[in-house]
């Protein structure tokens, strides 16, 4: 089968396809032909050589992806058939034309949604959902501040916090994404290259603050993040694109607010936890994709590469260029 594989760490150039062996599934796991994956941060990171797959994953690039079922291992449980539609929180592998998937981290895909769309689902869907739910305890009428607010988890955090009666604001780099942020729900917004998002998230909570902070850029936020949340706030670090190093007084500025900092990563979760993640969402959010009206949440999908751009795709998720979800098809 093709995958896409790295010969050594360093820049999209260092991508290609590659035959490799097709994987066999083993003890409760299902073998998928994909037809579409999508892009994530974490990518980045492993062709850079910062981010190793847990032990025992594949190399192979891809923690979500979407396809047909092709076969069944031994001990399944017979949730799944030969055929069936599904799409997958993976660990690794997505990005290859065949991934084997423990049965229980597979979703059936919702009513009207393409195989390209139901790839951008399960890792930024099932992330949100965690971050806010699981890690935030987001309650009705919470302020919620999501940076990054038109990345893939962006896009689900803003509906899954106001489908959950909460008041999401968002910070984005240009006005382009300030509007499509505002029609998926968020109640506000802050261009950080224009102004500064901490005082402007104070004038509109009227100088409160807010109850709960989604961030995936760390180092370079913190004293805005401190300065910005309410007393008893909540704030969930799940990435460091604004780096690592905190210089300054953090924990007596946090002290002083009595705030929590909450730090949360999914790939590294066991089958266990991903296995109830994932039922508590397909139970609870994945009908919401089918329904109509203004409940209805959508995947948002900026672009589909053919997996032969490979390098196209990662230098575009580079440019912080998208709005929403890069999705790779796969050759059949």
């Known amino acids: ?129 965690q971050l806010l739910h699981f890690i935030g305890n987001v309650r009705a009428g919470d302020s919620v501040l999501i940076h990054a607010g038109l990345s893939g988890v962006g896009t689900a955090a803003v509906q899954l916090a106001r489908m959950a009666g909460a008041i999401p604001l968002v910070t984005v780099g240009s006005q382009d994404k300030l509007q499509i942020a505002e029609k998926l729900g968020a109640a506000g917004g802050f261009n950080y290259k224009e102004e500064d998002f901490s005082e402007a998230t104070l004038k509109f909570t009227k100088g409160t603050g807010v109850n709960l902070i989604i961030d995936c850029i760390g180092g370079s936020y913190w004293e805005k993040n401190v300065n910005c949340l309410a007393l008893d706030g909540r704030w969930v670090l799940y990435g460091l694109m604004g780096g690592a190093d905190v210089n300054g007084p953090l924990f007596s500025k946090l002290l002083f607010k009595r705030g929590s900092l909450i730090t949360s990563l999914l790939r590294s979760r066991d089958k266990k936890y991903k296995e109830m ?35 196209e795709a990662h230098k575009y998720m580079e440019s912080n260029k998208h709005m929403g979800k890069i999705v790779l098809e796969l050759p059949q």
């Not at 896409?4 to 035959?19: I, Q, R, S």
């Not at 599904?86 to 991934?99: C, D, F, K, P, R």
């Open 1 to 129: 089968m093709l995958a896409v594989h790295f010969d050594k760490p360093g820049g999209p150039e260092n991508l290609y396809l590659k035959e490799v062996a097709k994987p066999s599934p083993g003890e409760g796991e299902v073998l998928l032909k994909v037809a579409a994956s999508a892009l994530n941060r974490a990518d980045i990171l492993q062709r850079q050589g910062q981010y190793a797959p847990p032990p025992g994953a594949s190399s192979i690039l891809g923690l979500e992806a979407s396809g047909h079922v092709a076969e069944l291992g031994p001990g399944c449980q017979g949730h799944w058939n030969i055929g069936d539609p599904v799409m997958a929180l993976l660990t690794s592998g997505g990005q290859a034309q065949y991934v084997t998937v423990p049965e229980g981290l597979l979703m059936p895909i919702p009513a009207g949604l393409t195989l390209p769309q139901a790839a951008a689902i399960p890792e930024t869907w099932l992330t949100a959902f």
């Open 277 to 311: 993640l994932v039922k508590a969402f397909t139970e609870q959010i994945l009908p919401r994709f089918s329904t109509d009206g203004p409940q209805r949440l959508s995947p948002v999908v900026d672009r589909v590469y053919p997996l032969t751009e490979i390098q």
